[in-house]
C-alpha cells in the first residue's frame, strides 16, 4: 500500500470505511482500492494468521471468515473467503474473524485448535489457521441450521461435511488424514472408533470416556458474534466505502449507467467492475486500477426469481448462492424432471474453485470472464445445455438474447453490463395420447485432475436429452437433446450441434452411437497450443459414451424404468441398469477419506520419549499466533525486494530497463551483482557456488539477474514483473537435455569417496542368466517442493557493519556463511536467526540462501532493512526442485524371475550449478539396492544443463531409484509373465546379500526386519485375498480396472555431526538450542522429550514437570555454531543425541550437590537444586557436539506398501483405494511424529508419482507457476482408506535410544500406487486387445511419473470407446 492508510478509532466520516476484525473496530479513509484484505491484515494488524500461501485463491492459506449483517432482517451471514482476493473496500460494514479471532492463547484456545493440536493435525503448521477457520464456519453455518440438535459435545455438522469444510485447503506436510480426523471429532454422526490416533485417548477406551477427553464442545463455541457497534452504525444508514477510496458502491442501474459514462468520459481503462474479485487470481493484475465499481448492491443484479417459465438468477449472486437457490427450489413443487436439471447444475456448481472461493464468486463475474477472455468455465458450459438466457444492458441499451450467441459474440465492451441469468424449468414433452414414455435425462461431467474440485477441468460437458420408448422396437429413441461442452481449450462452450442433429429422432443403438462419436471426434477439437489435445477430446467421447450407453443396452429394463417413471437415470431402482450406470458413477468417489487405522505400539523404557505427545506449538500454530518469518512486524524503514529472473537459458546480459511508461511506484533501487561488496555468491555447498546474479551471463531461464527494491512487496513485484532484459544470444547454444550434455561432455564432478561401489561381476551375472532385456530406458521429471511458506528473508543492518538476519532456512550456518562471503565481511559480523519453516521438504536448504543473501546485500547497500517474500510464481521458476533423470539399464534374469545381473547409466540433470548434486549417485543407488540384484553395474553422470540448479527435495534420488527398481522388476515379470509380486519376493534380500550390497550398514542380522514386514503386511492388508478380488472385479468391469501392488522399500541414511546447548534458568526452566530447525517434522517436540528423559535421571521430582520446564528457541547462528543441515532424516535423532550429551554433563555437575542435599532434607524437588546449584556457582548451561561414530553413522530402514487403485478407463482417473503400510521406527521416539512423518510423506509421493506436473517451456522455463496448473495432492486424492502400523522392533544398539528415521524413506513407498496404477493400466490393455484396439496385448508399456489422467487415459486407449462399439457392431 502506498501509507495512505490511516486506521483510526474515531467517529466516522463521510469518507471512510468500516469494518471489524476479531471485534477490533477499523476506519480507515484514503485506501488504495486495489488492496486486498490480506494485504491490510498482514501489513496494517497485528493478526498475522492469514498466510500468503498462494495470491490466488487456490490454497486456502488466507481464509477468513466474513460475517454480514442484513439490518432488515436482523439477521448475520457468516462465511469464508480468501482474503488474497477479496479487496479491503468489499469488507465495508462486515466482520472478519481470523484464526486469532476463533481462539487465541489470550482468551483461550477455540477446541478446533485444541484437536488439531491433540490430533497431530499440524505440522509445519503454513495451512493450520486457515484449516480452522474453514472448520470453524462450517460449525457456525450447521449449528445455524434447524436441524435436530445432536448429541452433548457435538455440532450439528455430519461427517461428511466436516471432511469437505477443509477439501478446498492446501497442506503439504500432514498427508490430511489427521486434519480430517479433528474435523471429524465435532460431527454429530461421527463413530469415535473412526477417529484416528490422537493425544486424548487410549485405545479402547469407551464413547463416553473419549469425548470426556476432547476439549469440550458446545454449541456457544459456533456463534461467531457480529459486533454490536457495527450493528448500531449498520442500522443508523451506514455511509457505504467512500469517493476518496475511488470505490463506487451504486445502489441503482441509473447510478451504474451514470458513473460508467462517467468514467468512460474520463479514463475507462483504469476502472474495473468488480463482485467478488476472483477473477484476479487466474488474470493477475499488473497494474493498479484507480477506480473500482462494486456492483454487489444493485438490487436488480442480486435477486434470485423463480418465475412460471424458469428462475433468474442476478449477475451478482454468488456460486455459493446459486447453489443455494437451485437446492431450495429442487425441494419445491418442480416436477420431477425439472428438479433432476436443478439438482444436477447445483452439484456441478458445487465443484467449482473451492467453499472459500464460491463464497464471493459471482455467476455474472465467471460468465464475464468466459465471454471476455475465454476462462474455461463450468457455468457457461452447464447453463449452455439448458438453453439458458442472459441479460446485458449497454449504455441505455437493454438486450436479452441466449447464452449461446452471448458466448459467440465478440467481447463485450467495457461498460457493458451483464444483468442475470435465467435458466428455465424443464420437463418433457410428454405425448400422453400416443402412449410413448418419454423421459427427461439430464447429467453434467467434468475431467478434473482432483475429482470434487479446486481444479479447472480438462473438459466439462453436460447433456440434456429427451428420451422415449419407442413402441414397437423397444428401443430407446432421442426425441431432441442438447450437448454442451467447454474447457477443452476453446474460446467458449459450445453445443455439439452436428451431433444433436445426427441424433434427433433417432433410435439409440451402438452403431448410431458410434457414428454420433464420430462426429463428436471432429467436433470437440482444442486449439492449437493446449495441452494433450487428443486426451481432451477424447473425455469428450466418453463422457457421450457413459450418458448414452446405458439406454442402448437392457432395453426391458429400460422400458421399465421410461414407464415407472423414476427420478432421474442415475437413480433407477432396477438393479442391471444400476450397474451399467455404477459403472461410470463419478459421484460414488466424491466420499473422501472412508477409513483409516493406526497401530502403534508404545515404548515407556525411556520415558517421557516415546510418548505420543502432541508438538510443541501445535496450538499457536493453529490460531496463527506462532511467528514465521514474515510475520515478524517490519522495522522501521523497511524495503522489499523482488527478483528479475533470466527468461533466457544462456545469453549475455546487455542490460535491464522496465517497459516504457510503466510507473514504477514505490521503487528505490535494483540491485545487481555490480552491488555486491564481497564475492558474487549466492549460495555454497562442500561441492561449489553458485553466483548471487548472473554476471554478464545468464546461464538458465529463472537464474536470478537482479532484485528490484521497493517500499512495498507488492510494488516491487509489480515493478519486477514490468523488467525487460536486453539480451544478446550470439553464438551461445544452451544445453537443455541431458542427451546434449552427454555429448557436450558438460558434467559435474562426483568426489570418489561419494561415487557408490559396484557389486559382483555383471559380465557373469549376464552370462548366468536365462533371459535378457538390453537398454531399455525410463526418464522421470521434476517436482516442486510445493512448501505453503515460500523462501522468505528479512535483513536488517546492525552497528559496526553488522547483519541480522532472520531467514526461513534449512542450514542458516551456511546461509550465514554465504551472507558474509558476499559482503565481505568476517563471519562474526553476521548472525542469522530461524525459528520455524513453514515447510522445507529440502527446498528451504541450499535455495533459500540466496533469497537470505540477497536481502542482506540490499540491506547491506541501502542500510535500511530488506525483506523478500518471494511470490509463488518466482519460487516455482527459480526452484529446481527434483533432479529429472534418464536412465538405461539391461538386466538378465532366471526363468523363475531371480535376477542375476543388472546395469545402469544413469544422466541426472543437475542444472546449471553443481548444489548439493554429487549426493545423488550414492542416494539412488542406495535405494535401488533394495533388491538383490546378484550383481549390480553402473554409470552415473551428473550433466551441467542451462537450466535452474537441482536440489535435494525430501528423499532426492531415493524415490527415483525406487521407481527405477519396481519399473524394471514389472518388465522382468511382464517378459516372463510372472505375477509382479512373486517377482519382487524372490528378489528380496537374503541378510547375506544385504550385508554384501550394503556393508556395514545392514546392521545386526536381527535388524533386517523388511522380510517380517513384507509377510505381515501381506496378512495385515490380506493382498493375497484382496489380489483374487481384485482379479474378479476386473472380470466384471468393463469400464474400471483395477489394480494392486505391494513393495519394499530399504533406505539407507547418515547421521551428521550435530551440535546441541541446554541452559537452565534460575527458576529451573529449562532452554535449548539445537543444529537441527523445526520444519514442522517434530524435531522441538523430539528434542524436548529428550531433555526431560536425561534430565530426569537426576531424579527430582516427575518427569512431567520437567517436560513442561523446556523450551527449545531459535536457532541463532552466533549463538550455537556448526549447526550443518537439517536435511537426510537424522537432524531429529541427532540433536536429540547432543542434548542428550549436554544433559549428561549438566546431571554430572548437579549430581553430587544432590546428593548432599538428598543427605540433609530427604528428598528434593528440581526447583530447589537449581536454586542452590546456583548459590552454588555450578555451571548450569552445557553445550556439545555430537558426532557419530564412523562405523554406524549410516544405518539402513524398512518398509513396505500395498496400494489398490481403481482406474476409469473413460476419462483415465485413479483413485487409491487403500493403501496398508508398514514401517519400522525402531523404538519411535515420539511415535505421533513419526506417523505424520510417514503419511505426510508417502501423500507427498503421491504427488510426486500421480499428479505433479512441473513442465518448462522450449527455453527450459518453468510454465506451471502456481496452483491453477501444480496440483498437489488434496484431501479428496489421498487414499480412501489408509492404514499405517509403525513396527516397534525394539532394541538397535548403535541407534539413538534404539530409534529410526521417519521424515523422508516413506515418500518412497508412494511408488506402491504407481505399479497398481500399471497393474490396472495392464488389465485395460488385455481387454482393448481382446476389442482389437492395440496389436498385441503388450504388457510391456512405460507408465510415466506422474500418472495423471492425460497419462493413463492414453494408455488406456484413447480411442478405446470407438474399439469397444466397432468391436461390438462387429460382433453382433
Ligand atoms: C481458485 C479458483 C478456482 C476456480 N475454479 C473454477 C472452476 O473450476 N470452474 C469455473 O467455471 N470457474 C472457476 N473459477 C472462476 C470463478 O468462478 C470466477 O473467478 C468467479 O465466478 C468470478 O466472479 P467474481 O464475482 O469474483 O468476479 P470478479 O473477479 O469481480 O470479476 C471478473 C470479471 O468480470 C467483470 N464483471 C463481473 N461482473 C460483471 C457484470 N455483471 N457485468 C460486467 N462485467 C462484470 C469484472 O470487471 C472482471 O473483469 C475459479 C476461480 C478461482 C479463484
Ligand atoms: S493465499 Fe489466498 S488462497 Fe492461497
Ligand atoms: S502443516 Fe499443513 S502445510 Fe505444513
Redesign the pocket.
Known amino acids: 500500500m502506498s501509507g495512505q492508510t490511516q486506521t483510526t478509532t474515531t467517529q466516522q466520516t463521510e469518507k471512510s470505511l468500516v469494518f471489524a476484525v476479531n471485534g477490533e473496530r477499523f476506519e480507515l479513509s484514503e485506501v488504495n482500492p486495489s488492496t486486498t484484505l490480506l494485504e491490510f491484515l498482514r501489513s496494517q494488524t497485528s493478526f498475522k494468521s492469514v498466510k500468503l500461501g498462494c495470491g ?3 490454497c486456502g492459506a488466507c481464509v477468513v471468515l466474513l460475517s454480514k449483517y442484513d439490518a432488515v432482517l436482523d439477521k448475520v451471514e457468516d462465511f469464508t473467503v ?1 482474503s488474497c ?1 477479496t479487496l479491503l473496500c468489499s469488507v465495508n460494514g462486515c466482520s472478519v474473524t481470523t484464526a486469532e479471532g476463533v481462539g487465541n492463547s489470550k482468551n483461550g484456545f477455540h477446541p478446533i485448535q485444541e484437536r488439531f493440536s491433540g490430533f497431530h493435525a499440524s505440522q509445519c503448521g503454513y495451512c493450520t489457521p486457515g484449516m480452522c477457520v474453514s472448520l470453524y464456519s462450517a460449525l457456525v453455518n450447521a449449528d445455524k441450521t434447524n436441524r435436530p440438535e445432536p448429541r452433548p459435545g457435538f455440532s450439528k455438522l455430519t461427517v461428511s461435511e466436516a471432511e469437505k469444510s477443509i477439501s478446498g485447503n492446501l497442506c503439504r506436510c500432514t498427508g490430511y488424514r489427521p486434519i480430517a480426523d479433528a474435523c471429524k471429532t465435532f460431527a454429530a454422526d461421527v463413530d469415535m472408533e473412526d477417529l484416528g490416533f490422537n493425544y486424548f485417548w487410549k485405545k479402547g477406551e469407551s464413547d463416553e470416556v473419549k469425548l470426556s477427553r476432547l476439549p469440550p464442545y458446545t454449541h456457544n463455541n459456533a456463534t461467531c458474534m457480529f459486533p454490536e457497534f457495527l450493528k448500531m452504525e449498520i442500522k443508523a444508514g451506514f455511509n457505504l466505502a467512500s469517493e476518496g477510496c475511488h470505490w463506487y458502491s451504486p445502489v441503482s442501474l441509473e447510478q451504474l449507467q451514470s458513473l460508467l459514462q462517467m468514467v468512460e468520459v474520463n479514463d475507462g481503462t483504469s476502472t ?12 493477475k493484475e499488473l497494474v493498479h486500477h484507480k477506480n473500482y465499481i462494486d ?1 454487489r448492491y444493485i438490487p436488480e ?1 442480486s435477486i434470485i426469481r423463480k418465475e412460471q417459465t424458469g428462475i433468474e438468477i442476478g ?2 449472486v ?2 455459493s448462492k446459486a447453489i443455494e437457490a437451485l437446492k431450495e427450489e429442487n425441494k419445491g413443487g418442480l416436477n420431477q424432471e425439472g428438479k433432476l436439471v436443478f439438482e444436477k447444475l447445483a452439484n456441478h456448481m458445487e ?4 467453499g472459500f ?2 463464497n ?7 460468465l ?3 465471454q ?1 477472455k475465454h ?6 458450459t452447464i447453463l449452455l445445455s439448458v438453453d439458458s438466457m442472459v441479460d446485458i444492458l449497454t449504455g441505455q441499451r437493454h438486450e436479452t438474447i441466449t447464452l449461446e450467441e452471448f458466448l459467440g459474440r465478440p467481447p ?1 465492451i467495457f461498460k ?4 442475470g441469468i435465467k435458466i428455465p424449468y424443464w420437463r418433457s414433452s410428454r405425448d400422453l395420447s400416443s402412449k410413448t414414455y418419454t423421459k427427461l435425462v439430464y447429467e453434467t461431467y467434468r475431467g ?1 485432475p482432483r475429482p470434487i ?5 480438462y473438459l466439462n460437458a453436460a447433456f440434456l436429452a429427451e428420451v422415449s420408448l419407442c413402441k414397437n422396437s423397444a428401443g430407446v429413441m432421442l426425441n431432441n437433446c442438447r450437448f454442451a461442452f467447454g ?1 477443452y481449450g476453446t474460446k467458449h462452450s459450445i453445443r455439439a450441434r452436428k451431433v444433436e442433429e445426427f441424433l434427433s429422432a433417432k433410435l439409440l443403438n451402438d452403431s448410431v452411437l458410434y457414428e454420433a462419436i464420430k462426429l463428436l471426434e471432429i467436433t470437440v477439437i482444442p486449439e492449437d497450443g493446449t495441452s494433450s489435445p487428443a486426451f481432451r477430446s477424447s473425455l469428450a467421447v466418453g463422457f457421450l459414451f457413459e450418458f448414452l450407453s446405458p439406454l442402448i443396452n437392457n432395453s426391458a429394463d429400460i422400458s421399465s424404468f421410461l414407464c415407472n417413471g423414476y427420478n432421474s437415470a442415475l437413480q433407477f431402482n432396477d438393479s442391471k441398469i444400476k450397474q451399467n450406470f455404477d459403472q461410470f458413477d463419478q459421484t460414488k468417489f466424491s466420499t473422501l477419506l472412508s477409513s483409516a487405522k493406526q497401530v502403534i505400539q508404545l515404548n515407556e523404557e525411556y520415558h517421557p520419549v516415546g510418548e505420543p505427545i502432541t508438538k510443541v506449538g501445535a496450538t499457536l500454530q493453529a490460531s496463527g499466533e506462532a511467528v514465521y518469518v514474515d510475520d515478524i512486524p517490519s522495522p522501521r524503514n523497511c524495503l522489499h525486494g523482488a527478483f528479475i529472473y533470466s527468461t533466457e537459458p544462456l545469453a549475455r546480459v546487455k542490460g535491464i530497463k522496465f517497459k516504457p511508461e510503466s510507473s514504477l511506484d514505490g521503487v528505490t533501487t535494483v540491485i545487481s551483482f555490480k552491488d555486491i561488496p564481497g564475492e558474487n555468491v549466492g549460495a555454497w555447498t562442500m561441492f561449489g557456488t553458485e553466483p548471487l546474479y548472473a554476471d554478464e551471463l545468464t546461464q538458465c531461464a529463472g537464474q536470478r539477474i537482479a532484485l528490484v527494491v521497493a517500499n512495498t512487496q507488492k510494488n516491487a513485484d509489480m515493478a519486477a514483473n514490468l523488467a525487460v532484459i536486453d539480451y544478446d544470444k550470439k553464438d551461445l547454444e544452451p544445453i537443455l537435455s541431458v542427451e546434449e550434455a552427454f555429448e557436450r561432455c558438460s558434467f559435474f564432478d562426483v568426489p570418489p569417496y561419494l561415487y557408490p561401489e559396484q557389486v559382483g561381476d555383471f559380465s557373469k551375472g549376464m552370462a548366468e542368466a536365462d533371459h535378457q532385456i538390453l537398454s531399455a530406458e525410463v526418464k522421470l521429471g521434476s517436482q516442486y517442493y510445493f512448501y505453503m511458506e515460500t523462501q522468505t528473508a528479512l535483513a536488517v543492518p546492525d552497528e559496526d557493519n553488522c547483519m541480522i538476519v532472520y531467514s526461513s532456512s534449512q542450514c542458516p550456518e551456511f546461509a550465514h556463511e554465504t551472507i558474509a562471503k558476499c559482503l565481505g565481511v568476517p563471519g562474526h559480523n553476521v548472525r542469522v536467526i530461524t525459528r520455524r519453516v513453514g515447510g522445507g521438504f529440502g527446498g528451504k536448504a541450499i535455495k533459500a540462501m540466496p533469497v537470505s543473501t540477497s536481502c542482506a546485500v540490499a540491506a547491506y547497500k541501502l542500510q535500511r532493512p530488506v525483506r523478500m517474500y518471494v511470490n509463488r510464481k518466482t519460487d516455482m521458476i527459480m526452484a529446481g526442485g527434483r533432479h529429472p533423470m534418464k536412465i538405461t539399464y539391461s538386466v538378465g534374469f532366471k526363468t523363475n524371475g531371480k535376477i542375476t545381473a543388472l546395469k545402469l547409466d544413469i544422466l541426472i540433470d543437475a542444472g546449471m550449478s553443481v548444489d548439493v548434486s554429487p549426493i545423488m549417485p550414492h542416494n539412488m543407488l542406495s535405494s535401488l539396492k533394495k533388491y538383490d540384484w546378484g550383481a549390480l553395474a553402473f554409470d552415473i553422470k551428473l550433466c551441467k544443463t542451462n537450466r535452474p540448479s537441482r536440489s535435494a527435495m525430501r528423499a532426492p534420488g531415493e524415490v527415483q531409484a525406487s521407481f527405477v527398481a519396481e519399473a524394471l522388476i514389472e518388465h522382468v515379470a511382464s517378459t516372463l509373465a510372472l505375477e509382479v509380486d512373486s517377482v519382487r519376493s524372490i528378489n528380496l534380500h537374503k541378510y547375506d546379500s544385504l550385508e554384501l550390497f550394503f556393508k556395514t550398514s545392514a546392521g545386526e542380522p536381527l535388524e533386517y526386519t523388511l522380510p517380517s514386514i513384507w509377510d505381515k503386511l501381506a496378512l495385515s492388508s490380506s493382498f493375497y485375498q484382496r489380489t483374487e478380488t481384485v482379479k474378479e472385479f476386473n472380470r466384471c468391469n468393463q469400464w474400471k480396472k483395477r489394480g494392486i501392488s505391494r513393495v519394499p522399500i530399504v533406505h539407507e541414511v547418515l547421521l551428521r555431526a550435530t551440535p546441541g546447548k541446554v541452559s537452565i534458568l534460575h527458576d529451573g526452566s529449562i532452554v535449548v538450542e539445537v543444529g537441527g530447525i523445526e520444519l514442522g517434522q517434530g524435531l522441538w517436540t523430539k528434542v524436548k522429550q529428550m531433555t526431560a528423559y536425561a534430565l530426569s535421571l537426576i531424579q527430582c521430582g516427575a518427569t512431567e514437570e520437567l517436560l513442561e520446564k523446556v523450551r527449545v528457541i531459535q536457532a541463532d547462528t552466533l549463538s550455537l555454531i556448526q549447526g550443518g543441515l537439517t536435511a537426510g532424516s537424522t537432524t531429529s535423532e541427532s540433536s536429540c543425541e547432543s542434548i542428550r550429551l549436554c544433559c549428561n554433563i549438566l546431571v554430572d555437575r548437579l549430581t553430587a550437590l544432590k546428593e548432599r542435599l538428598v543427605e540433609q532434607m530427604g528428598s528434593i524437588k528440581w526447583e530447589t537444586l537449581i536454586l542452590q546449584a546456583y548459590q552454588n556457582s555450578v555451571n548450569l548451561s552445557a553445550s556439545s557436539l555430537y558426532v557419530p561414530d564412523f562405523s554406524s553413522m549410516k544405518y539402513l530402514n524398512y518398509g513396505a506398501a500395498v496400494s489398490e487403485v481403481e482406474v476409469n478407463l473413460l476419462t483415465g482417473q485413479t483413485t487409491t483405494l487403500q493403501t496398508d503400510i508398514i514401517y519400522d521406527c525402531g523404538q519411535s521416539l515420539n511415535p505421533a511424529v513419526d506417523l505424520g512423518q510417514i503419511e505426510g510423506a508417502f501423500v507427498q509421493g503421491i504427488g510426486f508419482f500421480m499428479l505433479e506436473e512441473y513442465p518448462t517451456n522450449s527455453n527450459g522455463l518453468v510454465v506451471a507457476e502456481g ?2 496448473t501444480y496440483k498437489i495432492p488434496t484431501v479428496d486424492t489421498i487414499p480412501k482408506k489408509f492404514n499405517v502400523e509403525i513396527l516397534n522392533s525394539g532394541h538397535h544398539k548403535h541407534r539413538i535410544l534404539s530409534s529410526k528415521a521417519s521424515g523422508e524413506p516413506p515418500l518412497t513407498l508412494a511408488v506402491s500406487v504407481h505399479c497398481a496404477i500399471r497393474a490396472a493400466i495392464k488389465e485395460a490393455r488385455q481387454q482393448l486387445h481382446s476389442w482389437g484396439g492395440i496389436d498385441e496385448s503388450n504388457s510391456t508399456f512405460q507408465l510415466e511419473v506422474p500418472a495423471t489422467m492425460p497419462v493413463v487415459k492414453e494408455l488406456c486407449g484413447l480411442d478405446s470407446v470407438q474399439r469397444f462399439l466397432q468391436w461390438t457392431i462387429g460382433s453382433k
Open positions: 490466488e485463491g487456490g480468501s482476493l474495473k467492475i468488480v463482485v467478488g474479485n476472483t477473477g484476479m487470481g487466474y488474470y456492483l443484479l449477475a451478482s454468488t456460486i465443484r467449482i474453485a473451492t472461493v464460491r464471493s464468486a459471482s455467476i455474472g463475474g465467471n464475464i470472464m468466459a471476455r476462462f474455461p468455465s463450468d457455468i457457461a463485450l457493458s453490463v451483464l444483468l478434473a474440485g479446486n481444479a479447472l477441468p474447457a496452483t491453477w
